[in-house]
T-cell receptor, first 115, second 113 residues
């Protein structure tokens, strides 16, 4: 079946360090990937996305890398701040068949930033 | 401002009762979705609708029902057949069925008492 999973369930970093959150996906037909940040009791908040025709995309303090060969996705957060503490999810959108247009989420990584 | 509104934020249900969660969007999005989230877990798809008057079951549709009579509204009913309804429910919408402009609501926390 299709699945999107995360390698590390928790990540603790010091303020100012760079953070890297990883994600593995299994559906090689997926063509759109999104990273979300979710704070306690709130809905997921869009961080950055990437299409399968790209390897890298940068935003403000965040970079997403896509390695289609090994079906791996990562989110890099530069100069991590306490306000970055949250659960981070990667998600994929299926490109065909029964998964077309549906967002499939990974388990999530809890990022804790220590001052 | 455009967005998705879910109501209520907190909902308590007695065992055996049906409850309906509201989801309204003014983004003019074609597709809408309902997800369930349990503590420490990711989101699982309950139902989705890519066009008015049409909807499909997601991965965990048993015990739930939906309707899509209007483009902007996609209410979810949690029926008494849902054995473990206590969870955080999230509604989302996207411009099209490819997921463009995916946007989430702020969620409804349902507790069975």
């Amino acid at each position: 079946g299709e699945s999107v999973g995360l390698h590390l369930p928790t990540l603790s970093v010091q303020e100012g360090d760079n953070s890297i959150i990883n994600c593995a996906y299994s559906n090689s037909a997926s063509d759109y990937f999104i990273w979300y940040k979710q704070e306690s009791g709130k809905g997921p908040q869009f961080i950055i996305d990437i299409r399968s025709n790209m390897d890298k995309r940068q935003g403000q303090r965040v970079t997403v890398l896509l390695n289609k060969t090994v079906k791996h996705l990562s989110l890099q957060i530069a100069a991590t701040q306490p306000g970055d503490s949250a659960v981070y999810f990667c998600a994929e959108i299926g490109a065909g068949g029964t998964s077309y247009g549906k967002l499939t989420f990974g388990q999530g990584t809890i990022l804790t930033v220590h001052p | 401002d455009g967005g998705i509104t879910q109501s209520p934020k907190y909902l308590f249900r007695k065992e055996g009762q049906n409850v309906t969660l509201s989801c309204e969007q003014n983004l003019n999005h074609d597709a809408m979705y309902w997800y369930r989230q349990d503590p420490g877990q990711g989101l699982r798809l309950i139902y989705y609708s890519q066009i008015v008057n049409d909807f499909q079951k997601g991965d965990i549709a048993e015990g739930y029902s939906v309707s899509r009579e209007k483009k902007e509204s996609f209410p979810l009913t949690v029926t008494s057949a849902q054995k473990n309804p206590t969870a955080f429910y999230l509604c989302a919408s996207s411009r099209d069925d490819r997921g463009s402009g995916y946007t989430f609501g702020s969620g409804t926390r349902l507790t069975v008492v």
